[in-house]
């Protein structure tokens, strides 16, 4: 019984912050998030990561967040979208992150995002104001959903040299 209780925690931790982020980091932590999410998903995905070349990944805080961010939009699609095909694209430049999660699901109105109960996306939110980025979420009902996220780059390199 203790045996499986660490076993278990220990998968929670991994699904909370994966060791691959400390050893890999963030750039391939987010490739082998696209991967795990479409051998298990079985969905038709269109993906594409697009990193500047020898950018610097975030570390720390700012890429767990990311990280989590990222998790919990794919995630979103898995439990709720009933897609059948998702586009994500990774895009990182000197100044920002862009990540973009498009499926053809069912869709939701607008205020099903602003819900009191909406605690995942309330959740990305905070995590991406928190480290000075955004979250845009475009869906309508039969339409499918977008969700967009951007966090700067530039001004969290500043602020870790500085530390």
Known sequence: LIDNAVDNVGRIITDLRPSILDHQGLWATLEWQVQDFIDSSELACEWSIDIEPDLPAPEGPHATAIFRI????????ARHAQATEV????RATQGDLTLLVKDNGKGAPPSAFERADAYGVMGMRERAGHHGGW????????????????????RVRQQERAA
């Open 70 to 77: 990222f998790q919990e939009m794919l995630s979103n699609v």
């Open 87 to 90: 586009t994500i694209r990774v």
């Open 135 to 154: 979250l845009q979420i475009t869906s309508e009902p039969g339409l499918g959903t977008q969700v967009i996220l951007s966090m700067p780059l530039e």
